[in-house]
């Protein structure tokens, strides 16, 4: 907590994250503050001024600007308190960060070029095409021995002009910046310009877990990365998982990997029957309809289980040169799929029109028209406007 006074207070619109509608609000601008703004890869805090939640924290100028959603009194004294579950796991994954990418540099030459703090994870990103997995193993064990070791963060601030900034790692300062620099040094291991939050003792990280890597920009590496209290919340969570997959595959965790597979060879198998079964089930409704004494003009059909290749075997096997065939599949409260097919000029001229009453999407060639519907409970209105195209084009029908 911290207690400060009110400088600024003006209205002003909040665009959320997730993205959606502007929210209402306040920017307000404090004479200090312990609430960090977004930056350097680091999010920003959360926190109270009063019992008004900030709900954002940004950067304007050498100013921290603080987003609220009721107005504050300028001048005002207000106590200013800090959600510090957030801010503490911020300061694990960046220190965790800063203590990741100078140890891959000492071993491999390895850069680190960018950063991610991630809600679930976060990601450097290396300067290099390759990491393999050796490597990664290699590091992991390098920073945890370092955690172990209980080697103090400290931060210092330098003038701008003080030579030994050449001496420090960095990805260059903002264009905006002015003053002295901050420099965070890992004793023994890395200095680096930084204005974000650490802990001051890499013990505090308690243990770092490497995830693993993934192809990043042109001739880059992402590694994905947890540290602290995100590795113990991801060991919870598998645990969780483990247990599930226990009830559910009755066995232990070290055949729940086998098990599934044989899950996975069972289920192929059942589609491929499944599959084999749709076909003759196709077959057969074609064959019925074709040997039916009544005109031939228009099929129509519905049927909750089958595929594209399903409605195609009923469309071959019936014949589209004198019948028009409307056919669904799908569940009737939901999305399907749809074909119609029959004339090329009938086909062109409706297809459009069917794929808008289902509100769906769909294309088309050689008497074929198929794609998605949306509203597969408008089946009906489709099948009236068929008939009403069979009728003009064949007023004796």
């Known amino acids: 907590q911290f207690t400060t006074r009110v400088v600024s207070c003006r209205a002003a619109e909040l665009r959320p994250e997730g993205g959606g509608e502007p929210v209402r609000g306040f920017q307000v601008v404090l004479?200090?503050?312990?609430?960090?703004?977004?930056?350097?890869?680091?999010?920003?805090?959360?926190?109270?001024?009063?019992?008004?939640?900030?709900l954002r924290v940004t950067r304007r100028g050498p100013e921290a600007v603080h987003f609220v959603p009721a107005a504050l009194e300028p001048g005002a004294e207000v106590l200013l308190s800090l959600d510090w579950e957030?801010?503490?796991?911020h300061m694990q994954q960046h220190s965790g960060q800063h203590?990741?990418?100078?140890?891959?540099?000492?071993?491999?030459?390895?850069?680190t070029t960018s950063w991610e703090l991630g809600r679930q994870r976060s990601v450097i990103e290396l300067d290099t095409p390759l990491v393999t997995a050796e490597q990664v193993e290699a590091l992991e064990k390098s920073v945890n021995e370092k955690?172990?070791?209980?080697?103090?963060?400290?931060?210092?601030?330098?003038?701008?002009?003080?030579?030994?900034?050449?001496?420090?790692?960095?990805r260059g300062l903002p264009d905006d910046h002015v003053g002295?620099?901050?420099?965070?040094?890992?004793?023994?291991?890395?200095?680096?310009l930084c204005c974000g939050t650490h802990v001051s003792n890499l013990?505090?990280?308690?243990?770092?877990?490497?995830?693993?890597?993934?192809?990043?920009?042109?001739?880059?590496?992402?590694?994905?990365?947890?540290?602290?209290?995100?590795?113990?919340?991801?060991?919870?969570?598998?645990?969780?998982?483990?247990?599930?997959?226990?009830?559910?595959?009755?066995?232990?965790?070290?055949?729940?990997?086998?098990?599934?597979?044989?899950?996975?060879?069972?289920?192929?198998?059942?589609?491929?029957?499944?599959?084999?079964?749709?076909?003759?089930?196709?077959?057969?409704?074609?064959?019925?309809?074709?040997?039916?004494?009544?005109?031939?003009?228009?099929?129509?059909?519905?049927?909750?289980?089958?595929?594209?290749?399903?409605?195609?075997?009923?469309?071959?096997?019936?014949?589209?040169?004198?019948?028009?065939?409307?056919?669904?599949v799908g569940d009737e409260k939901e999305a399907g799929l749809f074909l119609l097919a029959g004339p090329v000029e009938a086909v062109e001229n409706l297809g459009p029109r069917v794929a808008e009453l289902?509100?769906?999407?769909?294309?088309?060639?050689?008497?074929?028209?198929?794609?998605?519907?949306?509203?597969?409970?408008?089946r009906g209105e489709v099948q009236a406007l068929l008939q009403e195209f069979i009728s003009h084009q064949n007023p004796g029908a």
């Open 203 to 328: 013990s505090d990280l308690q243990v770092i877990k490497l995830l693993g890597v993934e192809k990043g920009k042109k001739n880059k590496t992402n590694l994905v990365f947890l540290a602290g209290n995100r590795v113990l919340k991801s060991i919870e969570q598998s645990h969780s998982t483990e247990k599930a997959l226990t009830s559910l595959l009755k066995n232990g965790p070290s055949e729940h990997v086998e098990a599934v597979k044989r899950l996975q060879s069972s289920v192929k198998l059942l589609q491929k029957n499944n599959l084999n079964l749709l076909r003759d089930i196709a077959v057969l409704i074609a064959q019925d309809f074709k040997n039916k004494p009544a005109p031939k003009q228009l099929f129509v059909l519905h049927r909750k289980e089958g595929d594209s290749e399903f409605m195609n075997i009923i469309a071959n096997e019936i014949g589209t040169e004198e019948t028009l065939l409307f056919l669904t």
């Open 99 to 111: 203590l990741v990418s100078a140890v891959a540099e000492q071993m491999f030459g390895f850069k």
């Open 31 to 54: 004479e200090d503050t312990i609430l960090f703004p977004e930056g350097g890869g680091q999010p920003d805090d959360r926190g109270l001024i009063g019992d008004v939640p900030v």
């Open 147 to 170: 955690i172990r070791d209980r080697v103090p963060v400290t931060v210092r601030e330098l003038a701008a002009d003080d030579p030994e900034i050449e001496t420090v790692r960095s």
């Open 180 to 192: 002295p620099v901050r420099v965070v040094d890992i004793e023994g291991i890395d200095s680096n």
């Open 86 to 89: 957030r801010r503490f796991d």
């Open 358 to 378: 289902l509100g769906g999407k769909g294309a088309g060639k050689r008497g074929r028209f198929q794609g998605k519907a949306a509203k597969m409970s408008r």
